[in-house]
């Protein structure tokens, strides 16, 4: 079974993100344990959020993960498979609402974009997930990814 801890900044507030998560969270159950860590929102000006967020990242974040940012690495869903597949923990770190700083990119393995577009950093929670869905979809052989 595969192990997969998110770690972001905040609550999700959304009612319809947090909807949204909890489905996929749920169907997820079968193939992996799922661990969100939702880490203390920083408040003030934009530099001093970011820097205390990125604080915050680094002293929860444990060994190798991923950083998804707009600027990353883009994958079709069938190579974001086989990057889960390879390992059966993976940690993935979603920046708050500025984003995180240069030493919590560098810090990473490994950047991704979930697409080129901006998305919040809210909407970007449920995306992830679905992604780890369908991942987990096509390395186990099921229908869902066409």
Known sequence: MYRIKILYPGKTKIRFIKEGIE????LLYAYAKIDIIELKE???????????ESKTILNRVKN???LLHESGQLFNSIEFAKLIKNKS?????IGGTYGVNDEVSNAS????SLSPLTFTHEL???ILLEQIYRAMTIIHGKSYHY
């Not at 923990?89 to 770190?93: A, E």
């Open 109 to 112: 393995e490994l950047i991704v």
């Open 42 to 52: 920083a408040h003030g000006e934009r530099q001093k959020v970011i820097q205390e």
């Open 124 to 126: 970007t929670r449920l």
């Open 89 to 93: 923990f993976h940690q993935f770190v």
């Open 64 to 66: 190798e993960f991923i």
């Open 23 to 26: 489905h996929y969270f749920k």
